[in-house]
């Protein structure tokens, strides 16, 4: 019974508390007690999401979320603007394709946040478009866009923003009404602690205008069934009930603390880890660094691998590595789930320890003081 | 702290044994230890199907399997032969015209199996169709369609024939490679006794065949993106981690028990409740009835949603109405979940004490008598 600490950016940690709930017995999904529960939920989420508009619960992973958007909101032969900045940016540019859209693909460099000059170049070069697809957070690249600063670009033009906010909702502030956000895509597996198997969006009206032209098939995705259901207290198809009752757990404890606690708890957790790495002589990936995760650089001549490596079969510890072209140049350090800040100490440790073993010259305890410093002058 | 019982055809009743595994710390979908429990489950799953086909796990409600089948087999424009003989045959042909396919309805009285004659006359009359689509165990209904029989029919024909066995699968016997079956649906929240979000479904090298011709756009649920994923023992999207570590648990009990014990388990659940039934003086509504759920018509001038309704709010007892057309007319109880006879006797007792409330003349401890005798003759 080795002791296991999940530090990856999804699946995250997961309070027992939270686990337990979900071991409860199972209740039927369309059961009163389960129908109000869904809509405390529902209700919570919008408090989360900070909205009005409706937010809708898939059973599936993130990227089905993601892919409803895209076939709910428009039709074959339609263009949309892609921020491709990462892993996640290109999803989005794939189910565009997949689905008969053509998807118009503003390219940046890993690492690097998009511009609103670019989009605003972008819908004036191609005002054929009908949706900014976008990250809130880019999970591969640990960067956050300028959410806030598209969303009033676009906001009063007749073009849907949809945003994958799936590492970024319940981490850092995301104002879906106020900065004009259509959809807002979230997943289970990131900032709440649960695990993965559940995907929540929200759908504005301009977005539901959308939705009622839009002629992509689709089924299980349809969001025209799932607001029906929505509004007989229930979901299209048979809702993930654990999951859901777990997901109620976590918005109840968040609705406790308040907006302004969870951000914080994020940025400190965030910020004091990226003060220990800096300490420890190494250089943070990310140009706009998120609350989500610290992304940092393998030192020269180190294969950033080779740090989770070590960090999971000796230690117990998993933290995620580097996708497509940043694998074995990056490692991925979380903030998000069950985490507090012995936990970032916990991480910090063990990278000094797995660098030291692949010989890389590091003075221990040098990263941990710099934490411990900001951890104390920012006490939660 | 009512005590809760459940024994609707789904969500049904998890063994505590394990919801309490499924609570354990979240565990990283692509680390090693994930990938050796996913494919031992890969494994076990093919000895629950009885094929050699490679089975695939979705993070979606069987729904979501249905649709994945649907579109990776297909192309907009082509015909299949869909039976319709209750709510989820009608899913099928939903499933076939939101993805631009021409379903051959096969209409069947709720109530009825189809019989292979119509399935042969079908194929005759339309040359052009390249699926059948159908229910092993029709959930709306409780009848059982003669899968075997049809299997036998299509399998040396150009046809992919599609079964949906998400209320069969674990209940009773599914020979998916004797029978010819090309695809088998599953779900974790019926026989399995999971919670809802798991969709299994296995895939014949036939299928795979049509498959790669298939031009219905799809993402997250395609195929071929999984087998790709399924040969690096991962799945395409994040796992869902917590679902498939309880489904582990339950294949590794059944493999414990054998296939023949497992199924005879439900035939005695079943034939046992049937005997309660039928001694009440209560018909039963399945002309093929199934060991996955008892489907009784409400007696004359007795509203079967409020048997279900006393049940529920009385006795804390969930089994289901009639759905549709069959609403208020029957009611449902399941032998699928963690359920033993004791459970059967509960159901039994609970229903005459809710139709005694409503009036019909019930003489109380008869249908337990019938329950019993059949019981200590077939004890497990």
Chains 1, 2 share one sequence.
């Not at 428009?74 to 998807?103: H, M, Q, Y």
């Not at 999970?139 to 923003?161: A, Q, Y």
């Not at 945003?163 to 009404?177: K, L, P, Q, R």
């Not at 998120?290 to 650089?297: A, L, N």
Request: a neutral charge.
């Amino acid at each position: 019974m080795q002791k296991r600490y999940i530090m990856a950016p999804g699946p995250t940690a997961a309070a027992p508390e939270v686990l337990l709930k979900m071991a409860e017995p199972i209740m039927h999904h369309r059961s009163p007690q389960f129908s109000e529960i869904l809509t405390e939920v529902r209700e919570d989420l919008k408090w989360l999401f900070k909205t009005q508009n409706d937010v809708f619960i898939l059973a599936s992973s993130g990227t089905g979320a993601m892919e409803a958007s895209v076939v709910n909101l428009l039709s074959p032969g339609d263009s949309a603007i892609v921020v491709r900045a990462g892993k996640f940016g290109e999803r989005w540019a794939e189910l565009c394709e997949t689905n008969g859209i053509k998807p118009i693909n503003i390219d940046i460099t890993w690492g690097e946040a998009v511009r609103v000059e670019d989009i605003e170049k972008a819908i004036n070069d191609h005002p054929e478009a009908k949706a900014v697809f976008i990250q809130a957070h880019e999970t591969s690249t640990g960067v956050k866009h300028p959410i806030k600063e598209i969303g009033e670009l676009l906001k009063d033009k007749n073009i849907c923003f949809v945003v994958d906010a799936i590492s970024a909702i319940g981490v850092y502030d995301i104002e879906t009404d106020k900065w004009g956000l259509d959809i807002v895509v979230s997943g289970s597996q990131k900032a709440f602690g649960l695990p993965p198997g559940l995907s929540m969006l929200s759908v504005s009206q301009k977005a539901w205008s959308f939705i009622e032209e839009s002629k992509c098939p689709k089924y299980y995705f349809n969001l025209l069934k799932e607001k029906k259901a929505l509004n007989k207290k229930t979901t299209a198809f048979t809702s993930a009930v654990s999951l859901i009752i777990g997901l109620g757990e976590v918005l109840k404890d968040w609705k406790k603390q308040g907006h302004e606690k969870l951000f914080k708890h994020h940025k400190i957790l965030a910020e004091a880890t990226r003060a220990g790495i800096t300490a420890m002589g190494l250089e943070i990936f990310s140009k706009v660094p998120s609350e989500s995760i610290t992304v940092v650089k393998a030192p020269e001549g180190i294969n950033g691998q080779d740090v989770v490596k070590i960090l999971r079969e000796e230690f117990g510890i998993t933290i995620a590595g580097g996708q497509a072209q940043l694998k074995g140049k990056i490692f991925r350090i979380s903030h998000m789930g069950h985490l507090d800040q012995w936990d970032m100490i916990v991480a910090l440790a063990a990278v000094e320890r797995a660098l030291k073993k692949l010989g890389h010259d590091v003075e221990f305890g040098k990263s941990i003081a710099a934490a411990q410093a900001y951890f104390a002058a920012h006490e939660e």
